[in-house]
Each structure stands twice: as C-alpha cells, then as structure tokens.
C-alpha cells in the first residue's frame, strides 16, 4: 500500500537516498529542502516534476510554521514524518532567534513541525526522528543560546535533546515515534565536510530509515532507539531514559519556541 511520507532534508545525503527508494516503491513523498533549485533538481532526477515540494529553512522556528501551514493546506492525513534534516557546522552558527544552529535545526524544527502535524496522524502513523551515536548530556545555557559550544559539543547535545523529545512525546501522542542511529559516519556532505572522510555507502542509512518508516519491525517500536551501528535496538544516552530530566527538556523547548 502507497504511503503519504514527508522527508525533510530531501536534497541530498541521506536524505535524498531515502526519497529515491521510497518513490521507487510507489509511495508519494512530499520532499522538503532549503533550496527550490535543489528541489527541482531532485524532481527532474526522480523524473517528476510534479511531486510535491517544500522549500523552508529549519533554522527558522517561523518557517518551520509556515512549512507545516503548507502540508497541513494540501493534506487531511500523513503516514510517515521523517525528521531528517540536520547540521553540524555553518559559517554562521548563531540564528537569527538567536539559538545554535544546531539546536534549531537538529531538536526544534523537528520538534516544532512534529507537533504542527500531529493532527494529521493518527495511531497507523509513524515519525522517524534522525539521531545519532553522538550524544552529550544537554547544557541548558547552550540551548537557550546563551553559551557558545564547539561544533562537535553542539551537534552531540542536540541529538540527545532530539532523542530525549522523542521518548517524552512516545509517551503522549497516538504515533509511533522512534529516533534512528542510521550508522555512523555515513558518506553525507555533512561527514565529509566535518571529518573529512568519504564515509560509508549512504544507502545503509536510507534502508534503515525506509524499514524505521514501513516495516513490521518498528510497528510496535514507540519510545525506542534504534542504533544502526549495532544492527539492533539499543539505549541510548542514559538521560534520554530520564523521565525527569526528558519532561525538563520539553518544557525548555516549549519556552524557547513560545518566544520566538
């Protein structure tokens, strides 16, 4: 059966690989990207200038609103949300809100976008949510962008903050919601240009995101880490399985998007 499956970070990388499997086996993806060059780039590569696409910069909570108004516009129900997109540095690592970038695009904007759509899904919906093997304990100061971090630091805390607001939201919504390790050190444009490093065959990351997505495997899987290094379900950073400190950590991104 075709699913109605949204990807974010459609472009390239994992991302893009992920797209083509999933157009390939018949399903309509609705592509979102920050370029609408790339977009259509990817439209003619698929061979479909029709598919749906969604240009929007997810370091912006306010565009992150206004891609959701889009969806929710042409859409009454969604099967598959892939929160896909991420960053690990940029020329410019402060947004114009005033957070990291990588706090912005890699905890809020799938946060945000996540509850955006949830009207759109029901319990046969699933949400994919794009974490890491990389995972540090969250610096409240850091992700209210009041403190500066290295890229790495960034990165890592904003994946475990991702994967702490996905256990708290399994606990809380019809969904499936699981966060995903595709493997460290895939060969994205983000490894490359951060380790400099070809990487691994990015294919192993867009199967585990489409079986995350459409397979048995996962059907009952909500509140659980899957980590691809392992080839199993694992645990992960010991304060994603903090209740406590995972409803802190909501309240603090309800606050921090509240303003902005």
């Known amino acids: 059966m075709a699913m109605k499956i949204v990807v974010t970070g459609a472009t390239d990388g994992i991302g893009l690989a992920t797209v083509k499997r999933l157009v390939k086996e018949g399903h309509e993806v609705l592509l979102h990207g920050r ?3 790339k977009l259509a ?7 479909d200038e029709e598919i749906e696409q969604y240009v929007a910069d997810l370091s912006s909570i306010s565009e ?26 940029a020329s410019e ?9 990588r706090f912005a695009v890699n905890t809020l904007a799938p946060y945000e ?6 009207p ?14 990389a995972q540090s304990p969250v610096d409240e100061q850091a992700l209210y962008g009041k403190k500066k971090l290295a890229d790495g630091e960034a990165y890592a805390q904003s994946k475990l903050a991702l994967t702490m607001w996905t256990y708290e939201m399994a606990r809380r919504v019809e969904p499936v919601v699981v966060a995903v390790n595709p493997m460290s050190l895939l060969g994205s444009k983000m490894v490359k240009k951060a380790f400099g490093t070809e990487g691994r065959d990015i294919n192993i990351g867009a199967d585990i995101l489409c079986r995350a997505s459409l397979s048995d495997e996962f059907a ?3 509140g659980r880490y899957y980590d691809n290094d392992i080839g199993a379900f694992g645990e992960p950073h010991p304060d994603a399985r903090n209740l406590d400190k995972c409803q802190a950590l909501v309240q603090q991104l309800e606050e921090i998007t509240a303003r902005v």
């Open 35 to 37: 370029s609408a060059e």
């Open 113 to 118: 976008l996540t509850k955006a759509l949830l």
């Open 120 to 133: 759109l899904m029901d319990a046969s919906s699933r949400i994919v949510n794009l974490s890491s093997a």
């Open 64 to 89: 992150v609103r206004r891609l959701a108004e889009e969806i929710a516009a042409r859409h009454d129900h969604l099967d598959v949300l892939i929160n896909n997109a991420g960053v690990y540095n």
């Open 220 to 222: 009952e899987a909500s």
């Open 93 to 101: 690592p402060v947004t114009a809100d005033g957070l990291d970038i």
């Open 41 to 47: 780039d990817v439209a003619n590569e698929l061979g």
